[in-house]
């Protein structure tokens, strides 16, 4: 293990971190360092699978010692590599992301949804392009928007139950140029971080048709919120459905 995964696995462990829970991080940390891509995409799948799952049980009683391991690791899957960025495209290295963290993506031309790492295209590295993503259930995070720098192609973005969106990730994702220009839908359903203040940074989505948004509980003002999203997209079709 390198020096650098070291000193972040003793921080992110903690005092009270236990050897046993925190053994499987140390063995990812050490195959990204080592550059073991079969073992850790295999990892990703397994584990980014099991995350997505485990999230969405809120009944489950959970340790001190299971939250900072999954939160530990779902930052893992979230860290951004620029050099995969480069080799493969941002289009491809997207996908991989989003499939790592539990999403799923749609190509442009394509119908079906893929979800499975196996079931990542083959063939050409450009020929894919991410038109629509479902991010239901999944572990993205702030960390982890940089992979969408480079989209130029995405109409349509679904968050439900993403523990980790709010406010600052909405703000980053209205930054992104070239997602400003081809982002047609959106939805937002149950995702507790996310206030008025994060929505109504979508009216940088100057082509935004559609908006719905629903389960949200930060939101306090829905009636001021519709008001000012529809003097800055006159063009959109607003769906509410907010207590």
């Known amino acids: 293990m390198c020096n650098r995964c070291a000193q972040e696995l003793a921080e992110t462990r903690g005092s009270k971190g236990s050897?046993?829970?925190?053994?499987?991080?140390?063995?990812?940390?050490?195959h990204l360092c080592a550059g073991n891509q079969t073992w850790?995409?295999?990892?990703m799948m397994m584990f980014g699978k099991v995350s997505r799952q485990l999230c969405s049980l809120?009944?489950?009683p959970w340790s001190c010692d299971s939250r900072y391991f999954w939160q530990w690791l779902n930052t893992v899957f979230n860290k951004?590599?620029?050099?995969r960025i480069r080799d493969v495209g941002p289009d491809r290295a997207a996908s991989e992301w989003l499939l790592r963290c539990g999403a799923r993506v749609r190509y442009c031309g394509q119908q079906k949804w893929t979800q499975d790492y196996n079931n990542l295209p083959?063939?050409?590295?450009?020929?894919?392009?991410?038109q629509a993503i479902d991010a239901t259930d999944s572990c993205i995070m702030s960390l982890g928007l940089a992979h969408m720098e480079g989209l130029e192609?995405?109409?349509k973005i679904t968050l439900s139950k993403c523990h980790y969106i709010e406010d600052s990730c909405l703000k980053r994702?209205?930054?992104?140029?070239?997602?400003?220009k081809s982002l047609l839908e959106m939805e937002?359903?149950?995702?507790?971080?996310?206030?008025?203040t994060g929505i109504l940074a979508l009216q940088h989505f100057r082509n935004l048709r559609y908006l719905f948004l629903s389960d949200l509980p930060g939101i306090k003002d829905k009636e001021n919120l519709a008001h000012l999203l529809k003097v800055a997209l006159p063009s959109l079709e607003l769906k509410l459905n907010l207590k």
């Open 173 to 180: 994702l209205s930054q992104l140029e070239k997602l400003q």
């Open 153 to 155: 192609h995405v109409e």
């Open 188 to 196: 937002i359903i149950a995702c507790g971080n996310v206030t008025d």
């Open 19 to 30: 050897p046993r829970s925190w053994r499987f991080g140390a063995i990812v940390s050490r």
């Open 58 to 60: 809120k009944k489950i």
């Open 80 to 83: 951004v590599d620029y050099d």
């Open 40 to 43: 850790v995409l295999r990892s």
């Open 122 to 130: 083959t063939g050409p590295l450009d020929r894919y392009k991410i």
